[in-house]
Nanobody
Framework: QTRLVESGGGVVQAGDSLSLSCAPS????????MGWFRQSPGKERELVAG????????VYGDSVMGRFTISGEAGQHSVSLQMNSLKPGHTGVYYC????????????????WGQGTQITVSP
């Protein structure tokens, strides 16, 4: 079975930092890009940060720009997310994802997903 496994979620206070990691388990999710997506209660899953291997392009959601940093190892199909200055609006389930052929940053176009890890940021 091909899947991704996230680690590093938890409960933190506003202003704290947290780091997430993601690596393949079982068969590797081949990827041309990897990313982190967040789903908050009552909202659709949205891109938090993404990295495209062929040119090193990184993209960020508006709410995390300047606070979060994505990094990864293309050869290992693994990715990490350093989150600084967290705020309550960052609360949600964070999913690691990979796409074999990158076409967009929309989650509908991504085919390999982790189970998700909960992050709760208290005021």
């Amino acid at each position: 079975q091909t899947r991704l496994v996230e680690s590093g979620g938890g409960v933190v206070q506003a202003g704290d930092s947290l780091s997430l990691s993601c690596a393949p388990s079982g068969r590797t999710c081949r990827s041309s890009a990897m990313g982190w997506f967040r789903q908050s209660p009552g909202k659709e899953r949205e891109l938090v940060a993404g990295i495209r291997w062929r040119d090193g392009l990184t993209v960020y959601g508006d709410s995390v720009m300047g606070r979060f940093t994505i990094s990864g190892e293309a050869g290992q199909h693994s990715v990490s997310l350093q989150m600084n200055s967290l705020k309550p609006g960052h609360t949600g389930v964070y999913y690691c994802a990979a796409t074999v052929i990158w076409s967009s940053w929309s989650p509908e176009d991504w085919g390999c997903w982790g189970q998700g890890t909960q992050i709760t940021v208290s005021p």
